[in-house]
C-alpha cells in the first residue's frame, strides 16, 4: 500500500482513459455514461465536476489505495451524482479504492422501494440496500408540525456508520455540495452563534471511520444539471422534503436571492471558508491576542 504522500500524488498526477491531468474528458468511462449527452455543454459540466471532485480528493488526502469506501445513495440528485462521478473516476484507473454504495430505507410511505436495486444492478454498481423503519420512529418521537431533519439525520448516520463497519469500509462518503455547506455556515452563524460549516473530510466521534465529502466544491446548479442530463431515476423524500418552513429552506432562498443579485458570490463565500484569518476575528481561544507585542517603542518613546 503507498504511503499517504505517495498516494496522494499518483492520485493528482494520473492520467488515463480519456482522463488528462487537467481534467479534460473525452469518450468513455464507466457504463453509467454510455448513453449521455453528446453536447460540448455536457462535455464541459462532466469535465467541471470531475475536476472538482479530484481537487477535493486530492486537497483533503481522502484516498488510501486499497481501502474500501461506502457510498451513500438516497435516490436524490446529489447522491446520484457522486456515484456516477466516483464510478467514472474508477473506471479511468483515478480512484484506487473500492466502492460500495447503500441504500438506507427507512420506511417512508410510498417509497419505491424497486427504483434503486433495479437501476444498480442495471448498471453493475455493488450495492447493498438496508432497511430500517426510522421514519416511525421521528414521528412517533417529533410532535406534529415539528422539524424532522435533525433526528432522522441522526438515525440515518448511526446506520450507515454500522453499515460502513460490517462491510470493512474505512470511509462513509455524501454527496454534500457547496450550497449545503454554506446554508450550514449561515445557519450557525445566525441561529447558533457560532463559526463552522460542513467539513470535507472528518473522523467520526468513535474514531474508527472517515466521513467524507467529495463534492463539496460543486455547485447545487450544476449537479441538477448533471442529474437531469443523465436521467437518474429521482426520489423524492418523503419526510423532511415535505416539510416548508425549515430554516434551511429560509437559508437557501437567501442565499439563492444573494447569488441572483451578485452573480458569483457564492464561489466568493466558498473561497472564504478556506482563507481563514484567525488574528481578524475575536475569538481568543483561537487566537493567541495575549501574546501580542509591540516591536518598537513607538515614537514618543
Same mark, same amino acid.
Given at each position: 500500500m503507498l504511503e499517504a504522500d505517495d498516494a496522494k500524488t499518483a492520485f493528482g498526477r494520473a492520467t488515463t482513459d480519456g482522463v488528462s491531468d487537467d481534467g479534460?474528458? +473525452?469518450?468513455?468511462? *464507466?457504463?453509467?455514461?454510455? @448513453? /449521455?449527452?453528446?453536447?460540448v455543454g455536457f462535455k464541459k459540466l462532466r469535465k467541471r465536476l470531475l475536476r472538482e471532485m479530484r481537487e477535493t480528493i486530492d486537497r483533503f488526502a481522502m484516498v488510501r489505495p486499497g481501502?474500501? #469506501? %461506502? /457510498?451513500a445513495i438516497s435516490g436524490g440528485k446529489d447522491s446520484y451524482a457522486l456515484l456516477a462521478l466516483l464510478h467514472d473516476?474508477? #473506471?479511468?484507473?483515478?480512484?484506487?479504492?473500492d466502492l460500495l454504495a447503500c441504500n438506507l430505507d427507512q420506511g417512508q410511505p410510498n417509497f419505491p422501494k424497486h427504483v434503486l436495486p433495479e437501476w444498480l444492478s442495471a448498471h453493475g454498481i455493488a450495492h447493498r440496500i438496508e432497511y430500517r423503519d426510522t421514519y416511525s420512529i421521528v414521528t412517533d418521537t417529533l410532535p406534529q408540525g415539528a422539524t424532522y431533519c435533525s %433526528? =432522522?439525520?441522526? %438515525?440515518?448516520?448511526?446506520?450507515?456508520?454500522? $453499515?460502513?463497519?460490517?462491510e470493512g469500509c474505512e470511509a462513509l462518503v455524501?454527496? *454534500? *455540495?457547496?450550497? @449545503? =455547506?454554506?446554508?450550514?455556515?449561515f445557519m450557525n452563524l445566525l441561529h447558533g452563534g457560532r463559526l463552522s460549516a460542513m467539513p470535507a473530510k472528518? /473522523?467520526?466521534?468513535?474514531? @474508527?471511520?472517515f466521513v467524507l465529502r467529495p463534492? $463539496?466544491?460543486?455547485?447545487e446548479s450544476d449537479l441538477e444539471r448533471f442529474a437531469t442530463a443523465m436521467r437518474f431515476p429521482i426520489i423524492p423524500c418523503d419526510l423532511c422534503g415535505s416539510q416548508d418552513g425549515l430554516q434551511r429552506n429560509l437559508t437557501k432562498q437567501m442565499l439563492d436571492d444573494i447569488e441572483a443579485r451578485y452573480p458569483g458570490r457564492k464561489s466568493v463565500m466558498m473561497r472564504a471558508l478556506s482563507n481563514v484569518r484567525p488574528g481578524h476575528l /475575536?475569538?481568543?481561544?483561537?487566537?493567541?491576542?495575549?501574546? %501580542? +507585542?509591540?516591536?518598537s517603542e513607538g515614537p514618543n518613546a
Amino acid at each position: 500500500m503507498l504511503e499517504a504522500d505517495d498516494a496522494k500524488t499518483a492520485f493528482g498526477r494520473a492520467t488515463t482513459d480519456g482522463v488528462s491531468d487537467d481534467g479534460e474528458v +473525452s469518450a468513455g468511462g *464507466h457504463p453509467l455514461f454510455r @448513453d /449521455v449527452p453528446s453536447t460540448v455543454g455536457f462535455k464541459k459540466l462532466r469535465k467541471r465536476l470531475l475536476r472538482e471532485m479530484r481537487e477535493t480528493i486530492d486537497r483533503f488526502a481522502m484516498v488510501r489505495p486499497g481501502t474500501r #469506501w %461506502l /457510498v451513500a445513495i438516497s435516490g436524490g440528485k446529489d447522491s446520484y451524482a457522486l456515484l456516477a462521478l466516483l464510478h467514472d473516476l474508477k #473506471w479511468r484507473g483515478l480512484l484506487p479504492v473500492d466502492l460500495l454504495a447503500c441504500n438506507l430505507d427507512q420506511g417512508q410511505p410510498n417509497f419505491p422501494k424497486h427504483v434503486l436495486p433495479e437501476w444498480l444492478s442495471a448498471h453493475g454498481i455493488a450495492h447493498r440496500i438496508e432497511y430500517r423503519d426510522t421514519y416511525s420512529i421521528v414521528t412517533d418521537t417529533l410532535p406534529q408540525g415539528a422539524t424532522y431533519c435533525s %433526528l =432522522c439525520s441522526r %438515525l440515518r448516520r448511526g446506520n450507515l456508520y454500522r $453499515i460502513a463497519r460490517e462491510e470493512g469500509c474505512e470511509a462513509l462518503v455524501l454527496g *454534500h *455540495h457547496r450550497d @449545503d =455547506c454554506l446554508e450550514t455556515f449561515f445557519m450557525n452563524l445566525l441561529h447558533g452563534g457560532r463559526l463552522s460549516a460542513m467539513p470535507a473530510k472528518l /473522523v467520526n466521534d468513535e474514531g @474508527d471511520l472517515f466521513v467524507l465529502r467529495p463534492l $463539496i466544491q460543486s455547485a447545487e446548479s450544476d449537479l441538477e444539471r448533471f442529474a437531469t442530463a443523465m436521467r437518474f431515476p429521482i426520489i423524492p423524500c418523503d419526510l423532511c422534503g415535505s416539510q416548508d418552513g425549515l430554516q434551511r429552506n429560509l437559508t437557501k432562498q437567501m442565499l439563492d436571492d444573494i447569488e441572483a443579485r451578485y452573480p458569483g458570490r457564492k464561489s466568493v463565500m466558498m473561497r472564504a471558508l478556506s482563507n481563514v484569518r484567525p488574528g481578524h476575528l /475575536v475569538d481568543p481561544a483561537l487566537f493567541d491576542f495575549s501574546g %501580542l +507585542s509591540l516591536t518598537s517603542e513607538g515614537p514618543n518613546a
